[in-house]
């Protein structure tokens, strides 16, 4: 079984969403994505306080690796 989402009407809902791909389509679409977000924010510099929300059950990223004193 696939879990994307924590409860079981929003795993359905993303997986229904993405089933109209295979994996190379996808691969394809996340790559398009992820090279976008690393030309726009690779210089990014935020000069204001930022508050960032980091759920339990976030276990995906590296928010954790950006927040200082969150082990």
Do not use: R
Not at 20 to 29: A, I, M
Request: include cysteine; aromatic fraction near 8%; glycine fraction near 8%.
């Amino acid at each position: 079984m696939i879990i994307v989402s924590e409860t079981s009407d929003a795993n359905e809902n993303m997986l229904n969403m993405l089933s109209v791909y295979n994996k190379k389509e996808f691969t394809h679409l996340m790559g398009i994505g992820y090279v976008g977000f690393l030309s726009d924010n690779c210089d990014l510099s935020i000069k204001c306080p930022v508050f960032l929300l980091l759920g339990e059950k976030n276990t995906t990223g590296k928010v954790k690796a950006y927040i200082c004193g969150v082990s």
